[in-house]
């Protein structure tokens, strides 16, 4: 059995079925918007057997914290109870005439800004992969404290560490979140981020591939740099591989990073275990590589397809069919 843990903030999302800005009269699907709890129903949806997905969050008493339990529970296994008198975030997803989206949140002093390092700890224990993501540390001081001790004590532990960027505008600028997401990025061994995020926080002018050395160096695993519907390049320090993505009829494209992420390490657990890819000879992780950056890119594709973050993840048979579809 693979454990797969994460952790971080699950809100109650109102996604708009209109275009037009927030306070706009119009109808809302209530849908669960967390991004690492996003990658665990991605990854649970894709079928791999001996995988279980583990989320561990607070939430509030209320009727979004009730909503979040009863949409995830019996999806992948939660580690979350509702704290009477607190309160689940909340945000509303619009969409603009021009296919951008814009979010408003009403998350400050949220149940989850109050995760600690203690109520992930004891579920570290005996996992084998410890995803998290850039926008945890954004929520408070002590949500940073736990992401940090986490991947450091998974560092210690050699439990493999996924991080994706996850740049959230309206929670940080970049001044702010470069330091710490640097930092995090070393303790990472397989770290994803968007071209469009490394230029807006870093704004070096560089490609997707010079992006992917500057971080491999730094962290010595596996980054994977995405580039929309242009693909994405992936580089282990040896293997620069690049897949050009697909063209699909995009409905909404919220998720579809999280769906990547699920698709990446879904395609890699397919091959082997997580704590041994990174240990394999570059000749043998080549084409386990090039079959995960294929997964990962059918997988945010389809989640574009449709509304909600985690609707359209596709099963693997769902993945396969795809590609025989697109060759």
Known sequence: MTKFLTFGETMGQYNADFIG????????????????????????????????????????DDEAGKFVLDELEGRISVRAQGYDGENTGISYLNHHIDGEHFKTYFRNGSAASRLTFADVQPHLQDADILHVTGITPA????????VMQAMQHARDSAITVSFDLNYREQLWSPAECRPIFERMAKYADIFKLGHDEAEAIWGWNWSAEEY?????????????????MEGAVAFDGANLLRHSGYTVDVVDPVGAGDAFVAGMLGGI???????????????????????????????????????????????????????????
């Open 21 to 60: 800005v927030y306070g706009d009269e119009g109808a809302y699907m209530l849908d669960c918007a967390g991004a690492e709890s996003n990658v665990a129903v991605g990854l649970q949806k894709l079928g791999i057997s001996g995988v279980e997905a583990v989320w561990v969050s607070r939430l509030g």
């Open 139 to 146: 929520l408070s001081g002590a949500c940073h404290d736990a």
């Open 212 to 228: 992917a050395s500057y971080f491999q160096v730094m962290n010595g695993g596996l980054v994977v740099v995405t580039r929309g």
């Open 269 to 327: 657990l397919e091959w082997t275990d997580a704590r041994c890819y990174l240990r394999l000879d570059a000749a043998v992780r080549a084409p386990m590589l090039e079959h995960a950056l294929e997964v990962a890119n059918v997988c945010g594709a389809l989640t574009c397809t449709r509304h909600g973050d985690t609707a359209a993840m596709p099963s693997m048979p769902e993945v396969r069919e795809f590609v025989a579809a697109n060759r």
